[in-house]
């Protein structure tokens, strides 16, 4: 996903995210949504957890906003995400 970043955010996405390394775009995209990620996070309650040998779903809620989920895998012993943000569930 390190990888993947700079390209699809940093070349082609919008001109604000441009950059040439994954921790310069994400930096852009986290400081850009900021306000957004801290207001959610007071509110998450997670609804379920959905795993398939190394692969999993996570569904969850915030207040006033359809539900959501995440992309996760494990590596060795830790969980991680697959996607740079949550998405609506569908």
Not at 40 to 58: E, F, P, S
Request: hydrophobic fraction near 40%; include cysteine.
């Amino acid at each position: 996903m390190a990888e993947e970043i700079p390209e699809t955010y940093g070349e082609n996405g919008p001109p604000q995210l441009h950059g040439g390394t994954c921790a310069v775009v994400m930096s852009k995209l986290f400081k850009e949504k900021h306000g957004l990620l801290v207001a959610d996070a007071r509110t998450l309650k997670v609804l379920a957890v959905r795993i398939k040998r190394n692969r999993g779903l996570v569904m969850m809620s915030f207040s006033g906003m359809p539900q959501r989920d995440i992309m996760v895998h494990r590596e060795f012993a830790a969980w991680k995400i697959d996607e740079t943000l949550d998405t609506k569930l569908g």
